[in-house]
């Protein structure tokens, strides 16, 4: 049987370098129309995006974390995902679920993506979340869960295969 979804999943992996190649507004308009059919909680639609290209404002997204934030310098564009926080207690899983969907659908038109954790990390002087929504000039009420930088591959990391999963984690009607 084919599952055209898992060889998508399977292939993708996590890129931390980048080519000078430039995602298309095109492909990026895609990418952005996948995350933003990410279901969420009741149906709120909380999750909120801003699409950073300027270089120096990468840069300076990177300086907002005190470690890790080095690995989106480089990227064509950097994805800033933030939620909406007066709609319920589940803005992480909403923020986390579309952040997922962008990554598989950088995958899915061979862009390099990565995941960059933002929630409960610290800035120079702040928090990550706090120096970010001042760069961004974010409104209150908002909460930044993580960046997703993208970008041409700049290491080809082999994908999994089946034979890689332990099915033995996969459970029927009880533990």
Not at 142 to 171: R, T
Request: one cysteine or more; hydrophobic letters at 40%.
């Amino acid at each position: 049987m084919t599952n055209k979804l898992f060889e998508l999943a399977a292939k993708r992996r996590s890129v931390r370098r980048y080519t000078k190649d430039h995602i298309s507004d095109d492909v990026l308009k895609e990418i952005m129309k996948v995350a933003l059919a990410a279901p969420c909680s009741f149906g709120h639609r909380p999750v909120e995006f801003v699409v950073v290209r300027d270089k120096t404002r990468i840069i300076n997204l990177a300086a907002c974390k005190s470690l890790g934030g080095s690995q989106i310098i480089g990227a064509d564009a950097v994805i800033v995902v933030m939620v909406k926080l007066d709609r319920g207690e589940f803005w992480i899983e909403d923020g986390a679920i579309a952040s997922g969907y962008i990554l598989l659908a950088a995958e899915q038109y061979d862009v390099g993506a990565c995941w960059v954790h933002i929630r409960n990390r610290t800035g120079k002087k702040r928090s990550s979340d706090e120096e970010i929504r001042e760069l961004l000039d974010v409104p209150d009420g908002y909460a930044v869960l993580n960046l997703i930088a993208l970008g041409g591959k700049g290491e080809n990391k082999k994908g999994y295969s089946e034979s890689d999963y332990d099915f033995g984690k996969v459970h029927q009607e009880m533990f």
